[in-house]
């Protein structure tokens, strides 16, 4: 039976895995930083902080030894913080066979370098487009380790691989569809971070619908002109990938980035919301790549534009919102 290795504890990571050893195609290991978290999983088939009162398949079986996890995995899952991936890659690199296939669960962007997770693992372990895969789409965790029907998109350039993996993880909960389109399905998973933290503004500052509507649809429009920019297949991001994550994300309270906006929008500082964060909220330092690697190709994207001023340059909600607003009158373009 293959062996697939889930390098990262958290909400996403035990979820996947959970979602693997329901599929029951493969041994899943999953590999967490604390031996407490791993000694949870093993013995009560639960992981009390990050999905508290979800019962884990008993076959599911729990680490914090890289090495223990990674030895003889021919997949290997990775679900942690965006930008600590490199550093971890680094790590864990002595101990991933030449021949395995790595699979990013992760929507992010890296800073400095604005390169995409798959970008970042091939580079760091030196591997081929057809060992390097995603995971992405409309998948709150807590949802899908409740064994909630959802759908994803299992994505590689090199199609047997992105097909191998669908059946790895397909159960009677979780239905994924493969695609070629790496850097549409990618981009899309990370630019609707983004949008989430303006929409979760806008309901902090009491908009209703009209107001989150106009920002998922021209947020969504955004998105597609980068990825354009960059090579992706602009139906794409009218998917799972891109218009079914943005629509999940951005109508959720169990989404981070949303609630982390929600929390900057009903007046909270910047300082008090990030120590009230207790999990990821990707968007607030991927705004910054994702602009950068925007203004790189010439692209516009005024919300994301507006985010970064947010998050990082003391710019107010009130003033983001005038910003957008006295914008030229402009054609409704959706793409290029
Ligand atoms: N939670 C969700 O619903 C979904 C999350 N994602 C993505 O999955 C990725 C991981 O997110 P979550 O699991 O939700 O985050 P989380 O905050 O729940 O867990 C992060 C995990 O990474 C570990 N971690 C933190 N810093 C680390 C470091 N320096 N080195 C190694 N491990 C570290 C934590 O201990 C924890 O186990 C993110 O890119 C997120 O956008 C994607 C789809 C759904
Ligand atoms: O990516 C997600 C749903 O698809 C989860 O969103 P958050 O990271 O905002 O919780």
Redesign the pocket.
């Known amino acids: 039976m293959t062996k697939v290795a889930v390098m990262g504890g958290g909400s996403w990571g035990t979820a996947f895995a959970n979602v693997l050893a329901d599929a029951g195609q493969a041994r899943t290991v999953l590999c967490g930083r604390r031996a407490e978290i791993a000694a949870a999983v093993n013995e009560r088939h639960e992981n009390p902080d990050y999905l508290p009162g979800v019962k884990l398949n008993p076959e599911l079986s729990a680490t914090a030894d890289p090495a223990e996890a990674l030895d003889g995995a021919e997949v290997v899952v990775v679900a942690v913080p965006s930008q600590t991936l490199r550093a971890n890659l680094r790590t864990w690199a002595p101990h991933i066979g030449p021949g395995a296939v790595v699979v990013s669960l992760m929507?992010g962007v890296e800073l400095g370098t604005s390169l995409r997770m798959s970008e970042v693992i091939a580079e760091e372990l030196a591997l081929p487009e057809s060992q390097v895969a995603v995971v992405t789409?409309?998948?709150?965790?807590r949802e899908i380790a409740e064994r909630q029907p959802a759908t994803a998109v299992v994505a590689c350039p090199h199609e047997p691989t992105a097909v191998r993996l669908q059946h790895l993880c397909k159960s009677a909960y979780f239905r994924p569809y493969s695609s070629t389109d790496l850097v549409g399905a990618e981009l899309g998973?990370a630019v609707k971070?983004v949008i989430?933290l303006a929409v979760g503004v806008a309901v902090g500052m009491g908009f209703g619908d009209n107001a989150k509507a106009s920002l998922i649809t021209r947020g969504l429009a955004e998105t597609v002109r980068l990825a354009v920019a960059l090579g992706a297949d602009e139906h794409t991001l009218a998917g799972l990938a891109g218009m079914g994550?943005l629509v999940?994300?951005c109508s959720s309270p169990?989404?981070?980035?949303?609630t982390f906006g929600e929390r900057l929008g009903s007046g909270l500082t910047l300082e008090q919301v990030v120590a009230e964060t207790k999990q990821?909220?990707?968007g607030v330092k991927s705004s910054e790549s994702i602009l950068a690697l925007a203004r790189k190709h010439g692209i516009d994207m005024p919300i994301t534009e507006a985010v970064v001023g947010m998050m990082h340059h003391d710019l107010s909600p009130a003033e983001a919102l005038l910003a957008f607003m006295s914008r030229s009158a402009k054609p409704e373009r959706y793409g290029v």
């Open positions: 929507k789409g409309p998948n709150l965790a998973g971070n989430a994550d999940a994300t169990l989404s981070r980035n949303r990821t909220a990707e």
